[in-house]
């Protein structure tokens, strides 16, 4: 079975900065992709970024890029010039390549913007 | 971009009555997956569907089972309700082997039971 682990259960950054989440995973896998979602106090599961484990380019998405370190099974979150719009909770997710899809998530991060 | 909706957005229950979850898609999409969002714990997987009639369960299945007799339409019931299952309830679709390969998730129920 698979595991996420963030450690980080909260982190407050100053608006502009930028700022680091953590994740790392356990997997026997070969071939699986990762996830970064966002749930602002909207509640809803808006997709950051994803990454394929067989791509050893990391994935950028304007602002926001991953540091993906498949030997370590690590999966970190870089958010540049953060934004008060950035204050959410922040799930890593790992799915497995072939099979039914399931996505195994991590605890999260509170992530908080000070103006 | 409605895509997916769960109903209803919240909901207030009493311990030991019946209650079920509706999560409809417009995205005919095979794999519908129902989680609850706990804090300290994430989101964790309840059931999925992988296909009309075909389901299966995932790691806190107890209490709960489900149904899909459509493509569109995939329901968790919860058989008689708990305090344990107060949370927030989020439906997803995935759309595989898509360009945007990932879930699209509902807006999520907030049940509560009393």
């Known amino acids: 079975a698979q595991t996420v682990t963030q450690s980080q259960p909260e982190m407050s950054v100053q608006e502009a900065e930028t700022v680091t989440l953590s994740c790392t995973y356990d997997?026997?896998?070969?071939?699986?992709?990762l996830f970064w979602y966002k749930q602002p106090p909207s509640r809803q599961m808006i997709l950051v970024i994803r990454q394929e484990a067989y791509k050893q380019q990391n994935a950028t998405e304007n602002r926001f890029s991953v540091n993906f370190q498949k030997a370590a099974k690590s999966f970190s979150l870089k958010i540049s010039d953060s934004q008060l719009g950035d204050t959410a909770m922040y799930f890593c997710a790992f799915m497995k390549h072939l099979g039914n899809e399931k996505l195994t998530f991590g605890t999260g991060t509170r992530l908080t913007i000070i103006p | 971009d409605a895509g997916i909706t769960q109903s209803p957005r919240h909901k207030v229950t009493e311990t030991g009555t019946p209650v079920t979850l509706r999560c409809h898609q417009t995205e005919n999409h095979r794999y519908m997956y129902w989680y609850r969002q706990d804090p300290g714990h994430g989101l964790r997987l309840i059931h999925y569907?992988?296909?009309?009639?075909?389901?299966d369960k995932g790691e806190v299945s107890d209490g709960y089972s489900v149904s899909r007799s459509k493509t569109e339409d995939f329901l968790l019931t919860l058989e008689s309700a708990t305090s344990s299952q107060t949370s927030v309830y989020f439906c997803?679709?995935?759309?595989?082997?898509?360009?945007?390969?990932?879930?699209?998730f509902g807006s999520g129920t907030r049940l509560t039971v009393v």
């Open positions: 569907s992988y296909g009309v009639k075909d389901t």
């Open positions: 997803a679709i995935s759309d595989r082997g898509g360009q945007n390969y990932g879930y699209t």
């Open positions: 997997t026997s896998e070969n071939n699986y992709y």
